[in-house]
């Protein structure tokens, strides 16, 4: 028996990783019109970032259903001591929403601790990740409970994006509003505070905008995680994530991972994010 | 010096208030029909010379601080003056202007009347006051006019001379600094020409000199002759600054109607304009582009004058006086469009408001778009006050103002905007339209205001500034020649290009930049439409195949083009 970690698919977790610590990832709902598809799941980043490109009608997203917590919590619950359930910013989605009625209503005997990162894509990834491998070293949920809560604390992302176009298109864009300029082409730099999408910089050249990026993170001391998010720019994650890692632990790497298709859906092709946790005091 | 015994017997030793307002009077007087002259005393062919009429607004303003009844000392009246030139300044000469007065009122302070001893201290103050006024002085300008101003007078003070001598003097030396200033500052030896601001500032003394001798006041105070310029291989610089023409007709006395407008149109042809207008006027100035020119004229019967144009283009901003009268409507004529109050305005201020002077429709919404809660829309060519940057900052929404002059004319009436002004106001020293958009994008009104200037003002400093425009005369500057009526590419002030259509000048433009793979913003105006701007970026993507190009509407008058490069 043992405290069982719980996550959504915007979290954003390779699933490798996701397997080797035993993570259930709750899949979003992505929809083209009325096709309807699983986040990560009959749909991939690749296939969704292709749809994007050509143009076209644009997905919209959705939360997974009550019913789908439900059935998660009932399966997980069966042989654990406890489920730590961690969910993205419930300003940008219902997700947490659902997970939390759903875990008034499982039918399993161990407690279910429903937490709002109030974060989005790896910075929800990162503190899973930390509580996942505590909970497979046999942490109790208490100890699992206090790592989230600090981890999530610590936890930032900041994104630079190839256009402001999907973020605005898809209803996520929040105070970034400002960024909106139709008169000159920027790619705008965002963060995510207090659960909500802030703009942060206007950068009109990539090469300046990753500057910006890399200043921004760079700003923030010593680091106890760090991953680089890409949407469909591989090798520029890749770079960027050997030249940041400085910062980091001795013996921690930065973790590549990518924007999946519900996260891609708002931050568009070419996005390039930085999640990461601080170091603690 | 012929005249002096004759004059030394009838001018008074000492200069009353009362006098003192007379000479400077006269002194608006001369300058103002030296404007377009000195406004033609530009380094770069591109059509924005506009230091005659800075200089001919502040100093129009110092004489209507003295307007009003009561008596007043020599040193009461130099300080009003001063106050007028501090608020009233605009571009650099208006603001080293400002700073003459101010020594006169420093040289000036508590003395009843102005004799030799007080003209030779306070022409030191204001030597004092103008270098200090600049960042880093620099010699073949205003500065070296007002130090050999200020050496003439000490000399004459030493020698006992009386003032109409010490007078006559400084006006010679005044001359003589202006005439060499090309000797002392290689971009005048260049363009072949001398510099515009102490040239200005001698033709203001000359008009102090000519009052003081008890000279009448001509109906027309006349143009006076630029002095040749010294060091200038004139060969080699092509056409004279200002046509002979012009000149020969300038010199005439006239009566009349002073006749100003604007015609705007295009492919309008400034010299088959200027010859028609020429033959119905005299003191004729007809200076533009092909799609805005602006007319000068005088003439018994403004009728002719106006047909003369009309056939050519729309007319604007006409204004017409009786030469009797006094210079109110010309100053008015050329006065900066008041700041739109109110623009826009954020209902909730952040943690600063931000003000920019932009030109052009295109440019204005982009300011507005980015942030800008005041636009300060100095006309064509024209640099607005001190009291206009400070009246459009205290429209602002909040207590902290970030300011974009994006003009480097524009930045020390900005400075000193900021030293008056009641508001705390930050200047990010934007010298082009550019650079003030790299500082716009820069602009978090959330964040400080030291902070988020300080950030703007490393944004600015990241762009180089190009534009493209057409020469106003011959010329040759760092071995580029130029055909006057060409096409011609300016990289961050220096001219780089000079050629046939835009497309080959903004190749040849990038090319000096040694552009690869940067992004390119052509900002399109100057009567240039947006399918040429686009052809330009089009030709330009062939042979920078790496760089990135964006063309957006800018509207600005004068540069078909303004070019932002940046990495």
Known sequence: ?281 | MSTDASTRLSAPETITGEQLREYVGFATELLRANVEVINSLNVFPVPDGDTGTNMFLTLDAVVKALDGPGERTAGEAAALMYDAAMMEARGNSGIILSQFFKGLAVGLEGSETLGASEMASALAEARTASYKAVANPVEGTMLTVIDWMARASAEAEAAGEPLAVMLSRIGAAAADAVANTPTMLAVLREAGVVDAGGHGLSVMFEGVRRAHAGEARPESAGVLEVPEAIGVDHSAVGAGVVSESFLAHAEHEEFGYCVQFVVEGEGLDVDAIRDRIMEVSQSTVVVGSSEAIRVHGHAEDPGPMISAAVAHGQLGRVSMQNMDEQHAEFAEAHRAAPPAADDAAPSTPGASSLVAVAWGDGLEDLFREYGSSGILTAGDTMNPSVAQIVEAVDAAPAQDVIFLPNNKNIIPAANQAAEVSNKTLHVVPTRTIPQGIAALLGYNAESGAEECAAAMTDAAADVSSGEVTTAQRTVSLNGVEAQEGQTIGLLDGALVAAGDGEAAVLAALLEAAGVEDELVTLYWGGGLDEDAAAEAAEAAQTEFPEAEFEVVRGGQPHYHLLVSIER
């Open chain 1, 1 to 281: 028996m043992a405290v069982k970690i719980v996550t959504d698919s915007t979290g954003d977790i390779p699933s490798e990783l996701a397997d080797r610590y035993d993570i259930t990832v709750v899949p979003a709902t992505v929809r083209f019109g009325t096709e309807t598809y699983h986040d990560g799941v009959d749909l991939t980043a690749d296939e969704l970032y292709r749809r994007l490109t050509a143009g076209g009608e644009l997905p919209t997203t959705s939360q997974p259903s009550i019913g789908e917590f439900l059935e998660v919590y009932e399966r997980v619950g069966q042989d654990a001591d406890g489920i730590v359930s961690i969910h993205v910013s419930a300003k940008l989605s219902g997700t947490y929403n659902s997970a939390m009625q759903a875990s008034d209503q499982a039918s399993v005997d161990c407690p279910i601790d429903v937490v709002d990162t109030e974060q989005a894509s790896m910075a929800i990834g990162l503190p899973v990740l930390a509580a996942a491998k505590a909970a497979k070293e046999g942490a109790g949920m208490d100890e699992v409970g206090a790592i989230v809560d600090s981890a999530v604390q610590r936890s930032n992302c900041i994104a630079l994006l190839g256009t402001l176009e999907f973020l605005q298109k898809g209803g996520r864009i929040g105070k970034a509003q400002a960024l909106v300029g139709t008169i000159l082409r920027i790619h705008p730099m965002i963060v995510l505070s207090e659960g909500e999408v802030l703009p942060m910089a206007k950068p009109r050249t990539w090469r300046k905008g990753l500057q910006e990026l890399k200043k921004a993170y760079s700003q923030h001391g010593r680091m106890e995680a760090l991953s680089v998010i890409y949407s469909t720019e591989r090798d520029e994650a890749e770079e960027l994530a050997s030249e940041l890692s400085g910062q980091l632990p001795e013996g921690v790497e930065p973790i590549v991972a990518r924007f999946g298709p519900a996260l891609g859906t708002y931050v568009g092709p070419k996005a390039i994010g930085l999640a990461f946790i601080t170091a603690g005091a």
